[in-house]
């Protein structure tokens, strides 16, 4: 029988659990849609629940829409023309990724209010004393600049990766054929890079529903803010997973929608001899004009915020340099160390097994894989955290001693919804990494005499190194920024960088988080370049 | 009969065709035999299945009176003691050619792995390039590798999946003769898949044709290449 459903070695049948354990949260939230409705959910239904549907709409098509604009024209135009910097601008322009939104937030209204550099640069030099309106970011317009210029690059980096393997002749042909660059880029670029900038635009999305920060910080009340809301200041878990629902139905009509979009456009070369674009060198006012828009976008996404955060940095480091600083730091990149190797390992052992046995369980053990990284982080919370209390009933059951919360006040808790929601993160990694390796070593090594563990030890690990190593990094990036999630699920006085920066920001102590965002920053930057350095090194 | 095939029927998928059907094959034992056949007739699915990296549906494999697969027994290619040489010979690219050769000798102490090696490296006559990694060899070279690899491990059968679709034409008459010659020193059963008559008419002791998973023709290359029995079979071995 075990046979029968693929339990044919080790690896499938850890796979098995991990999936399991993978679906148990969902599966909680699903079952507790059916509790009975209380109180709490009928005033939400009724009064609230159409303005979270509005402000998670005009979010999500708004940001979606202008990364699409910025996204898609830098990439094309770091692809297309040699102007002043454009190699720098090429790995400059992901900068922005490395400044999460909730911290970039912050920072803004910070520069823009009555106390901040431009405002009072203005008054000392002119004199001049404008409306307040005018530098009020905290709105949902604010917040829909704040995630484009903070998430634009997640369309940059996908569309630029595919625009360096199109081929010049498309472009040429069109020239010859008397299309003007503006014609190109509307008629031929922007058609064959639909699939790329849409899915770079969907995980724009994601996180623009994933976040708590920027409209908790912004007072803006979407389905994030209210899961927590209803959970913690109403007490009402009911209510709490109810709304996690819907925020679950929204996620999957937007990956619809990327299907829809997506669907039928994937183009392919007839020719496998593809010449690659070579960059138009700009002289005189374009060269200049291009290099002002890529230079104004990066300010805007880096360069402003961080040099606001050194300034409040060394005004403010006397207060906030001590020990604990030292340990939050130590926290967060424990918890990002630890959290992508489990991710990693466990990402390995799905994907080899998807590799290895082929039939319909693997191919939905890899479409669970990547699930989490569209649900929310406030409904991975829910989800686990409902699962790690059962545990601990059960565990309180078998033990016989009541009040004893084993696993749902430990770190292993967050960890898990780590696992979850970044799985997606280090599978992909992993199987670009296989599918670029391909069977045949594999095969011969197991003809060789080698079972799987020793082939994969010997034979697929050494040849993996770089993919691993991006999944590796990829996935900390993701840890070491990530908020909702530790806010809700981090053991009790377990601070990292990114939930200290928060709860100073949040309590009106914006200098004070400054050193610690700055950190994060720090940390993610040289992540980052790693990245960029090891795919180069790697092409 | 040394490896028999016996009713086999297989698939890729599910929901295809089927790739081989009601499939029988026999061979003896020191036999050299060659498949012929246009791409996608299932040459390289015979491989597979008898070296376990693919189950059939339907049907037994037995090598050396063991049997391999069959409806309720499936030894793992690991444990098939089976050879396989693969079309893009799949050499390590992180081991140079001693460490791809004595890859497969692992479980032997350090002093017997290297005397087997160094006996294989001979014979190969690649004693000159064992610490080159495969991206510094010759094509031919690299197949020697690829060949030795299989052969140290002392099979029962060795399987060679298209060994000289890689090589130039000169370069392949030299390395047909180096093969037939090692294959007659270690007299090993062997299977050899290919799309080039060439290869059966200089290696192979019989021959086979086969079209969508079906044998069309079987029999002596030289007589087979005399008397085509098809349309199909002409054109193959024309």
Excluded at chain 1, 170 to 178: A, D, F, I, P
């Amino acid at each position: 029988m075990f046979k029968k459903i693929g339990f044919t070695n080790k690896w499938s049948v850890i796979s098995f659990f991990l999936i399991i354990l993978i679906l148990m949260p969902s599966v909680f939230i699903l079952i507790g849609f059916f509790n009975p409705i209380s109180d709490t959910w009928l005033h939400i239904r009724r009064y609230l629940l159409k303005d979270y549907i509005y402000n998670s709409v005009i979010l999500v098509f708004f940001t979606g829409l202008f990364s699409i604009i910025i996204g898609v024209s830098l990439a094309w135009f770091v692809n297309a023309y040699d102007f002043k910097y454009s190699n720098f601008f090429k790995w400059g322009l992901i900068l922005p990724l490395a400044v999460p939104p909730y911290i970039g937030s912050y920072t803004y209204v910070g520069l823009l209010n009555y106390t901040g550099v431009i405002q009072t640069f203005l008054r000392n030099n002119f004199e001049l004393v404008l409306n307040q309106s005018y530098f009020n970011i905290m709105s949902l317009s604010g917040a829909i600049f704040i995630y484009t210029i903070f998430l634009y690059p997640y369309v940059f980096l996908i569309t630029h990766a595919f625009l360096q393997k199109q081929s010049a002749s498309l472009v040429e042909v069109s020239k010859t054929l008397g299309k003007s660059p503006i014609s190109i880029f509307f008629r031929i670029i922007l058609p064959i890079s639909r699939g790329a900038y849409v899915a770079g635009t969907t995980l724009v999305v994601l996180e623009v529903l994933n976040d708590y920060g920027v409209v908790k910080y912004f007072g803006i009340s979407t389905f994030s803010t209210s899961i927590f809301q209803t959970w913690f200041s109403l007490g009402d878990i009911n209510s709490a997973i109810r709304l996690s629902v819907y925020l679950m139905a929204f996620v999957i009509i937007v990956l619809f929608l990327e299907k829809l979009s997506r669907g039928g456009k994937q183009y392919s070369y007839s020719n496998t001899k593809i010449k690659p674009l070579k960059a138009k060198k700009l002289t005189g006012w374009k060269n200049w004009s291009m290099f002002i828009y890529a230079f104004t976008v990066l300010s805007l996404g880096f360069i402003i915020p961080v040099l606001q955060l050194i300034y409040w940095s060394i005004i403010s480091y006397g207060k906030i340099l001590n020990m604990n600083i030292i340990q939050t730091v130590l926290n967060s990149i424990g918890v990002s160390l630890v959290g992508s190797f489990i991710i990693l390992v466990a990402a390995v052992i799905i994907a080899n097994t998807v590799r290895i046995k082929k039939n319909i369980l693997t191919k939905n053990y890899a479409r669970i894989a990547v699930l989490g990284y569209s649900i929310p982080g406030a409904v991975i919370a829910v989800g686990v955290m409902i699962f790690f209390l059962k545990m601990d009933n059960f565990i309180q059951l078998i033990s016989g001693q009541n009040n004893m919360l084993l696993l749902s006040s430990s770190i292993f808790m967050l960890i898990f919804a780590y696992l979850i929601r970044f799985l997606a993160i280090g599978y992909n990694s992993v199987e670009s990494g296989f599918n670029k390796i391909g069977t045949d070593f594999h095969e011969a090594s197991r003809t060789l005499g080698n079972g799987i563990t020793k082939t994969f030890f010997k034979v697929d690990l050494p040849m993996m190194k770089p993919a691993l190593m991006s999944g590796f990094l990829l996935v900390s990036i993701e840890i070491l920024k990530e908020l909702p999630l530790t806010l809700i699920l981090r053991p009790f006085n377990f601070n990292t960088l990114a939930t200290r920066a928060f709860e100073y920001a949040n309590d009106e102590m914006i200098h004070e988080s400054a050193i610690l965002s700055l950190i994060l920053i720090f940390i993610s930057v040289i992540l980052v370049y790693s990245l960029t350095y090891i795919k180069k090194k790697g092409r | 009969m040394f490896v028999n095939m016996t009713d086999i029927d297989f698939c890729y998928d599910k929901n295809n065709e089927n790739i081989l059907e009601d499939f029988e094959l026999n061979i003896d034992k020191g036999q050299t035999l060659s498949i012929l056949g246009e791409s996608g007739s299932g040459k390289s699915t015979i491989l597979r299945l008898l070296a376990g990296l693919e189950r059939q549906k339907k049907g037994q494999i037995v090598i050396g009176n063991k049997i391999m697969n069959n409806e309720n027994t499936f030894v793992s290619p690991e444990n098939r003691e089976v050879g396989m040489v693969f079309q893009d010979y799949a050499l390590f690219p992180h081991m140079t050619v001693f460490e791809n050769i004595s890859f497969g000798i692992s479980h032997l102490s350090k002093t017997k792995r290297k005397e087997k090696v160094m006996e294989i490296l001979n014979l190969v006559d690649l004693v000159d390039h064992k610490s080159k990694y495969p991206h510094q060899l010759s094509g031919g070279q690299q197949q020697r590798t690829a060949l030795a690899r299989a052969i140290v491990t002392e099979p029962q059968i060795l399987l060679l999946d298209e060994p000289f679709s890689n090589l130039d034409t000169n370069l392949k008459n030299n390395i047909r003769e180096s093969l037939k010659e090692i294959i007659n020193v270690i007299g090993i059963t062997t299977i050899i898949v290919s799309h080039d008559k060439l290869d059966a008419l200089k290696l192979a002791d019989q021959l086979i044709v086969l079209k969508e998973g079906k044998i069309k023709q079987k029999g002596i290359p030289e007589q087979l290449i005399s008397k085509p029995n098809t349309g199909y079979a002409e054109s193959i071995l024309a």
